[in-house]
C-alpha cells in the first residue's frame, strides 16, 4: 500500500483524487487537507497529490520535499524559474522525487504530442484554450506548455517566423505570446476545459481538439503518477515521460 495525502481535497479536481484512492487497492489515503488546515496533517503520507491554487502550491512544494515526502503536483503556474527552485530543493533531498504535470488527462497529454510533431510541417500555429469562468490563471498551464512545445519543433526545424501583418490592435486582440506561439483564453460558464491548437500552411488548416468533459478524466493519469514517482529520480515535468510516447 502507498501511503497518500491530498492538498486541496475539497477543490473540483482534490474531491476527484480522494474518491480515485479510496478506491484503489493499493493506494491509502491518510489525510485530505485543504485551505485551513494544518499541512502537518500531511506527515504520514509517502505521496502527495497537490491540487490546490498557483499562489500556494511552492510553498507546499517545499514543505513536502522537506519532510520527505514525494509530491505529484497537478497545480498549474509552473514556469523556468519555479522548475529551478523545485529542483533546488530536490537537490537538497536526495531520494525524494517530484512530478509536476499540466495535464494528468490521457486524451490532452496525446493532444500536446501531436501538436508538437505537427508543428514542422506548418508556416502558422495558434493555441485556444476554454475553460470554466473559475478557473485562477491564464492562459492554461496546457496551453503554455503546448505552445512551448511547438515553439521547440519549429525551431528544431529550423522554421520561419509566423506571417502576421498586424500593425493596429486593440490590446489582447492577437493573445498572449508564449515563445513566439498566440495563445487565447476563453472563460465562458458551460466549460471544463478545452483546447484547440489551430496549423495552417498552404490551403490547409489541421485543427487538433481535446475535451475534458468530467475531471474524473483526470485521475488516471494522477494515479499512474502516484504509483510510480517514488521510482522517478528528481524532477519529471509532464505525464507525457510515464507514457512510453
Ligand atoms: N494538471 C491537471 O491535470 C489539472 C490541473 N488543474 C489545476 O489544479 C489547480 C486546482 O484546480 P481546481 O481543483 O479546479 O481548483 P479549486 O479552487 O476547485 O480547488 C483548489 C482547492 O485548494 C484549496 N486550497 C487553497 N489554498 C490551499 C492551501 N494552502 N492548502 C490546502 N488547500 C488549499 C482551495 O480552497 P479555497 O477554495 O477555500 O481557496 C480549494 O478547495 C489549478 O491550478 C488548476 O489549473 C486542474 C485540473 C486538471
Ligand atoms: O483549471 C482547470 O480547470 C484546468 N487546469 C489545467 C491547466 O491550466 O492546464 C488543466 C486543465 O486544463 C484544467
Request: hydrophobic share 45%.
Amino acid at each position: 500500500m502507498i501511503r497518500v495525502g491530498v492538498l486541496g481535497a475539497r477543490g473540483r479536481v482534490g474531491v476527484e483524487v480522494c474518491r480515485a484512492v479510496e478506491a484503489a487497492d493499493d493506494l491509502e489515503l491518510v489525510a485530505a487537507v485543504d485551505q485551513g488546515d494544518p499541512i502537518e496533517g500531511l506527515a504520514g503520507a509517502e505521496v502527495v497529490v497537490d491540487f490546490t491554487h498557483p499562489d500556494v502550491v511552492m510553498g507546499n512544494l517545499e514543505w513536502c520535499v522537506s519532510h520527505g515526502i514525494h509530491p505529484v503536483v497537478g497545480t498549474t503556474g509552473f514556469d523556468a524559474g519555479r522548475l529551478a527552485t523545485v529542483r533546488g530543493w530536490l537537490d537538497a533531498n536526495p531520494g525524494v522525487n517530484a512530478l509536476i504535470a499540466p495535464n494528468f488527462g490521457i486524451a490532452a497529454v496525446l493532444m500536446m504530442h501531436f501538436a508538437q510533431q505537427a508543428a514542422r510541417y506548418f508556416e502558422s500555429a495558434e493555441i485556444v484554450e476554454l475553460h470554466h469562468p473559475n478557473k485562477a490563471d491564464a492562459p492554461s498551464g496546457t496551453a503554455r506548455r503546448t505552445a512551448e512545445l511547438v515553439a521547440e519543433a519549429r525551431r528544431k526545424a529550423g522554421a520561419a517566423p509566423m506571417p502576421d501583418a498586424t500593425s493596429t490592435e486593440l490590446d489582447g486582440a492577437r493573445g498572449a505570446d508564449v515563445d513566439g506561439v498566440r495563445v487565447h483564453a476563453v472563460r465562458l460558464a458551460g466549460l471544463i476545459a478545452h483546447q484547440e491548437v489551430i496549423l495552417g500552411g498552404d490551403g490547409e488548416i489541421l485543427t487538433i481538439r481535446h475535451d475534458t468533459m468530467n475531471r474524473s478524466s483526470f485521475t488516471p493519469g494522477v494515479l499512474l503518477g502516484v504509483r510510480r514517482v517514488r521510482e522517478l529520480p528528481g524532477l519529471t515535468v509532464g505525464l507525457e515521460h510515464l507514457l512510453d510516447l
